[in-house]
């Protein structure tokens, strides 16, 4: 069906920056949006950034200003830029894709997770 790989990801200071990406695999009809949830520990995975194939965009209120999503159509790839990094940053990053492959109805597939921590 569809397959998800991230990497990137690692330990930072606050203030740093890290950059994540994530390739998409296998027999896609069409994979729309495409984007990243994040899960702390103890707590719920929630909602970092998804963008359409369209470049529209939704970013939580946390992280706006200081990340970014981009994605490449033809590369079925999608990126997170992480800016002015905090703390309450650290978690265990996903990568997310609602996706057609041949044959199967539209799901929604997730990558392995790639653990991000940033220290004070």
């Known amino acids: 069906q569809v397959q998800l790989v991230e990497s990137g990801g690692g330990l930072v200071q606050a203030g740093g920056s890290l950059s994540l990406s994530c390739a998409a695999s296998?027999?896609?009809?069409?994979?729309?949006?495409m984007g990243w949830y994040r899960q702390a520990p103890g707590k719920q995975r929630e909602l970092v950034a998804l963008?359409?194939?369209?470049?529209?965009?939704n970013y939580a209120d946390s992280v706006k200003g200081r990340f970014t999503i981009a994605r490449d159509n033809a590369k079925k790839k999608v990126y997170l830029q992480m800016n002015s990094l905090k703390p309450e940053d650290t978690a265990v990053y996903y990568c997310n894709a609602r996706a057609v492959s041949y044959g199967f109805a539209e799901s929604d597939y997730w990558g392995q997770g790639t653990q991000v921590t940033v220290s004070s």
């Open positions: 963008i359409t194939s369209g470049g529209s965009t």
């Open positions: 296998g027999s896609i009809f069409s994979i729309d949006p």
